[in-house]
């Protein structure tokens, strides 16, 4: 499996950012995919995440009624729209996929690259 992820950049707080990740490799390896993210002297949390076959979505309380994670099982991708962002959301965002049907992402078996997000006050 490989994780390509894209988006990412600067927005200032209320704004609004899009992530998307490109999967390759079989289902069965990338069973639930998510997106975990890392701050500075943080450490690395998982944000959201989609079973591949259901769609059903888990969100770290944190940012429920903000984010909203979504597949496209024609084109392979994951995406994370990023609303109402806040200044704490500043990180380090990394694409991830699991073979273990857990909406938590105990264990991550394959990482993508990682993309800064930048939310200025």
């Known amino acids: 499996v490989q994780l390509q992820a894209s988006g990412g950049g600067l927005a200032q707080a209320g704004g609004s950012l899009r992530l998307s990740c490109a999967a390759s490799g079989r289902t069965f390896d990338r069973l639930v995919m998510g997106w975990f993210r890392q701050a500075p002297g943080k450490d690395r949390e998982l944000v959201a995440a989609?079973?591949?076959?259901?769609?059903?979505?888990y969100y770290v309380d944190s940012v429920k009624g903000r984010f909203a994670i979504s597949r496209d099982n024609i084109k392979n991708t994951v995406a994370l729209q990023m609303d109402s962002l806040k200044s704490e959301d500043t990180a380090v965002y990394y694409c991830?996929?699991?073979?273990?049907?857990?909406?938590?992402?105990?264990?991550?078996?394959?990482w993508g690259q990682g993309t800064l997000v930048t939310v200025s006050s």
């Open positions: 991830a996929s699991s073979r273990r049907n857990s909406a938590t992402m105990p264990e991550v078996d394959y």
């Open positions: 989609i079973n591949w076959i259901s769609g059903s979505a």
